[in-house]
């Protein structure tokens, strides 16, 4: 159900963006919008509340956003209150952003190796990257996780490619449990 509330929002914004020819400044409004929110605890808690009537969401929501954002954002954000959905606005928001970026072709590529990678190495990957994908530029971000033992695991999207030594190992070790298999069912 979450996903589809994002993806009905967040394609009508997307769609009014496009339509409006106003897409960079939808993507300033809503990464601002989604920061906001993130940030205000108390807001969502009183917009979660259940003896706060509907009508008053929608004003706090009117209120706090309206000379701030566009409209059709304030419009939004309305809608989803109005609709009972505002426990899902930040992933409208995200649905949104990641259209936007797939619209420019910019990828987002979370990078995870077992040592802190060099200025010249995540270049590297980030050049390889773009030779290897349809992105024309990408968002990198960059995580250590030491029990990799070697090597980087790179997810784009839900896209994952494992060359990490850890990853190596449990394959070898699932190839040597059936060799092992294989060898006892001969047995008597």
């Known amino acids: ?18 339509e ?3 897409l960079d ?3 300033e409004e809503v990464k601002a919008t989604k920061a906001a929110l993130e940030e205000n605890e108390e807001l969502f808690k009183l917009m979660s509340h259940p003896k706060i009537v509907k009508e008053e969401k929608i004003k706090v929501v009117t209120d706090i956003f309206t000379g701030k954002v566009s409209e059709e954002l304030v419009g939004l954000l ?4 109005d609709k009972g959905h505002f426990d899902q606005v930040i992933g409208v928001l995200d649905y949104f952003i990641d259209e936007v970026k797939e619209h ?7 990078v ?15 050049k390889r990257l773009l030779e290897t994908t349809k992105y024309v530029t990408f968002e990198m971000h960059y995580s250590v996780d030491a029990d990799l033992i070697g090597g980087m695991v790179i997810r784009i999207g839900d ?5 990490s030594v850890k990853n190596k190992l449990r394959d070898l070790t ?12 001969c047995a008597p």
């Open 112 to 126: 995870t190796s077992a040592m802190e990678l060099s200025d010249i190495q995540k270049a590297a990957v980030e």
């Open 78 to 81: 309305r809608m989803i209150v």
């Open 1 to 18: 159900m979450a996903k589809l509330v994002s993806k009905t929002y967040g394609d009508a914004l997307f769609e009014v963006a496009l």
């Open 159 to 163: 896209r994952v490619v494992d060359g």
């Open 20 to 22: 409006s020819n106003r």
């Open 174 to 185: 699932r190839e040597l449990s059936k060799i092992q298999l294989k060898a006892g069912e």
């Open 25 to 27: 400044a939808f993507l």
């Open 104 to 110: 420019k072709n910019i990828g987002t590529a979370y």
